[in-house]
């Protein structure tokens, strides 16, 4: 069985990456065997590149690819990093949490369309928190190297729900 829409897939990859086109690659995160990436494929929950390099591959296939910037997680954006007045961090209590406020912290916000958002704090003063918006491996070249370790069909309760359910998937509760 090939990889191709509505399969679950197993896989299990070495991911690093570069900062620039000039820099030593660094290792970011591995899966292994007991833990493997498991994904419904075509379902939009990875990134559209990850996937092109996976279609058509079957069990025991190996891969080894690397995805520019704009096609992993885009290129770092100035206008992502902002500065919040330090008054939008008050608790229920009227008050700051300094712990909270740690630079490298990264937090949950909601922007003003209510989307949510993960920031990263970059510094602090008395009235502002700069917040980097951009994803943390933006502005990155990736570099994925692994083996397919399963190809299946998907069932109908996972077609209908867009993820995988089972072991190494997603659990409902």
Not at 13 to 30: C, G, I, T
Not at 101 to 130: F, S
Request: charged share 25%; glycine share 10%; no cysteine.
């Amino acid at each position: 069985m090939v990889i191709s829409k509505d399969k679950v897939v197993s896989v299990n990859y070495h991911l690093s990456v570069k900062d620039s086109p000039d820099a030593q690659e660094r290792f970011v995160e591995k899966t292994d065997a007991a833990n493997p990436l498991v994904f419904l494929f075509g379902s939009g929950n990875l990134l559209e590149a990850f996937e092109k390099n996976l279609k058509g591959k079957k069990v025991g296939d190996t891969f080894d690819f690397h995805l520019v910037a704009k096609d992993g997680y885009g290129e770092r954006m100035d206008e992502h990093v902002v500065n919040i007045p330090i008054d939008a961090f008050k608790g229920e209590d009227g008050q700051v949490d300094k712990k909270m406020l740690e630079i490298g912290t990264m937090l949950p916000m909601t922007d003003q369309q209510g989307n949510r958002l993960q920031g990263i704090i970059k510094g602090l003063t008395d009235a502002l928190v700069t917040m980097d918006f951009n994803h943390p491996m933006a502005g990155q070249d990736l570099h994925f190297s692994g083996e397919v370790l399963d190809v299946r069909d998907a069932s109908e309760e996972e077609l209908s729900h867009g993820h995988v359910h089972g072991p190494g998937g997603h659990h409902h509760h």
